[in-house]
């Protein structure tokens, strides 16, 4: 790892598929630590990734479980399920001794709600901002979307902030501001991390492609973001099984690393 505080985001069902190349990967420095998306019901799982962190000695993170699986934050009725599964996220946060943990705000409901839910969570979680709106349930609102409603999270609970880059974008297209301008406001909100996967800059809803594989700026966005925060790359996703998605994640950080000698020069 050269300069930037990249991260490899994985799903907890996912360590045997990716296990050989991400211990190349790790071996190689190509990344800081690995991101892990708690599925929900695959504490299953959980022991092999103890093992792995033992031998390795790997920094992590986690990503918790959002509303496609099953969680609502914002929503007083998910309550129930929420500590359901928020206590199989602790159990991968304790056992793999997480940094922190990645939450989305909720779909529909309230941001009071979200709020109320996580400060009844004792974990150290940073909120994610996501986009206005979802590709798979478009007539419900997506709570974090706007500038004001994180900082809203941030002044009333303990909460951090992992800025979505993609996200923020998204947010920008559907409200009809400047990506990059919506961006740097998100920015201001001094983020703790980062999510980075790129995207199409006038599209509405993310796709999490590989970067370079859009058409965001990455030079724009890098000159924008801190470069000393933890930069998770989303994209592998959830469905994902071929060996090519991680080779892929490698050319990732050949690329973006080519900017942390850039962004060095500047504040040097």
Known sequence: ??????????????????????????EKKCFSYIEVFVIPN??????????????????????????SEGVN?????????????????????N???AMYIVAHCGMGGTL????????????????ENIPYCSRRHPQMYCQGSKVEEIEFVQKNSSCGFCLDVGHAFCSAVYLGFNPYEYMRKF???????????????????????NISKG??????????????????????LKSS????????????????QRFSKNILKCVS
């Open 241 to 256: 099984e071929s060996v090519d998605v991680i080779n892929n994640f490698e050319q990732d950080t050949i690329y973006l």
């Open 95 to 97: 056992a793999l001794d």
């Open 42 to 67: 695959q504490i299953e799982y959980l022991h092999q990734w103890e093992i792995f962190k033992s031998r390795y000695n790997i920094p992590f993170t986690i990503h918790a479980p959002q509303f």
């Open 112 to 127: 009071e709600e979200t709020v109320r839910q996580l400060n009844n969570i004792d974990l150290p979680v940073n909120v």
């Open 73 to 93: 934050l914002s929503q007083k009725e998910f309550e129930f399920e929420n500590k359901r599964v928020y206590s199989q996220v602790k159990d991968y946060k």
């Open 215 to 236: 058409d965001y700026d990455w030079q724009r966005i890098m000159d924008i973001i801190h470069p000393d925060k933890n930069m998770t790359l989303e994209t592998i």
């Open 1 to 26: 790892m050269d300069n930037l505080r990249l991260g490899l985001k994985l799903f907890t069902n996912q360590l045997n598929i990716y296990k050989d190349k991400t211990i190349e990967l790790w």
């Open 187 to 209: 920015n201001d909100l001094n983020p703790d991390c980062y999510h980075l996967s790129d995207g199409k800059i006038s599209d509405k809803f993310d796709i999490h492609l």
